[in-house]
Nanobody, 120 residues
Framework: EVQLVESGGGLVQPGGSLRLSCAAS????????MSWVRQAPGEGLEWVSR?????????YYADSVKGRFTISTDNAKNTLYLQMSSLKSEDTAVYYC????????????WGQGIQVTVSS
């Protein structure tokens, strides 16, 4: 059974940093492409970032987070990360990690989501 469990969210002041983690199980994490998606209050889903494994991973970011967020993986721990810096109020959202589907099409498994609130 595929499981994705996010952690590391919470309340942070504008300009601060947080690191989200997503513990993965039930599939071959080291050869899987992964993504982060967020949903702000009252808004639709917004793609944030994705990473394609294995070694020499390619990473991609939404313009809204480019230069501030960094996606990475630790294959030994089967964990996906999202390091978020210079956080803004508009980064407030529920963040989801998701596994990219076969042939890199769609998102076939999602975590339960974790709240990130940026506020003073």
């Amino acid at each position: 059974e595929v499981q994705l469990v996010e952690s590391g969210g919470g309340l942070v002041q504008p300009g601060g940093s947080l690191r989200l983690s997503c513990a993965a199980s039930g599939f071959t994490f080291s050869s899987s492409a992964m993504s982060w998606v967020r949903q702000a209050p009252g808004e639709g889903l917004e793609w944030v970032s994705r990473i394609y494994s294995p070694a020499g991973s390619r990473t991609y970011y939404a313009d809204s987070v480019k230069g501030r967020f960094t996606i990475s993986t630790d294959n030994a721990k089967n964990t996906l990360y999202l390091q978020m810096s210079s956080l803004k109020s508009e980064d407030t959202a529920v963040y989801y990690c998701a596994k990219i589907g076969a042939r890199n099409v769609g998102l076939d498994y999602w975590g339960q989501g974790i709240q990130v609130t940026v506020s003073s």
